[in-house]
C-alpha cells in the first residue's frame, strides 16, 4: 500500500487527536498533533528568552493560532522529517489556515502569497495527490462545548482521561487528573469561532480542487468513530 497524508478536522472536542492516534497504532503513519508540538515549543525554555516564541505563547495561552507564516515553516520542517523515515503521517488540527494549506493570505493580511504553496502541495510532492486523504469529524456545538469542560488529562503524563472513569486518576502511569489549560469555557468559544472562520475554507478549497474528503459523524465513542475512518480507508472491493 502505497504512504499516505492523513488530515483530520473538527472542532474541539470532536476527537481528531484521538483517531489520529488510533490510526498511528494501527498503521505506518505518524501522529503529528500540532498543537501539541506548538505546545512544547512556546512552553519551552527558549521562549523566556527568544521574543518570536514569546509572541506565540502569549497568542497560544489566550486561545488564538499563532502566526500562520511561523506555523507553516515549523510544520513543513516537521513533515519532510517524518517523510525521510519512511512513514506516512496523520495531522489532527493543521493545516489550519488558508495560509498554511495553500500559502495564500488570510484576509486583511498584508503577507504577501507564498510562491511554493503550502503544506497542501508540501504533501502532494512527497506522498502524490491520490493518497492525501482529509477526514471532516462533525459534532455539534453543545456536544464541542461540554465535551471539551468537562475533558480530563493526566497531570504527569499527558494522557487523557476519560471522563467514565471514577478515580479521576491516570490509567496509565497512576498520576492525578487535572483540566488542560485550554478548556475553559471562554477559551473553547474562542477556538470554536477560529475553528469556522479559519477552516472551513480550506475545506472548501479542498473540494474544489477535488481532494478526497471523507466525513465522519464524531458523535459515537471513539472507538465506533474510528470503525467509520477505517472502513474508508480499506480498498473499497469491486464485484
Ligand atoms: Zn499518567
Known sequence: MSKRAIIMYGPPGAGKGTQAELLSRKMNVTHFDTGRYIESLVHSKEAGTDPVLKQEQINFDEGKLCTPSWVLNIIEEATRKIALTGQGVVFSGSPRTMYE???E???GSDAEKRPEGGLIKVLEEIYGKD???VFTISIDEASSIKRNSTRMICSVCGL???SISDANICGFCGGPAKKRTLDNPEVIKVRLEEYKKRTYPIIKQLKQE???IEEIDGTPAPYKVFEQILSSLS???HS
Do not use: L, Q, T, V
Request: charged share 30%; aromatic share 12%; net charge positive.
Open 235 to 237: 480498498p473499497k472491493i
Open 105 to 107: 493570505p488570510e484576509e
Open 210 to 212: 477535488k481532494y478526497r
Open 160 to 162: 487523557p482521561i476519560m
Open 131 to 133: 493518497n492525501i486523504i
Open 101 to 103: 494549506a495553500f500559502g
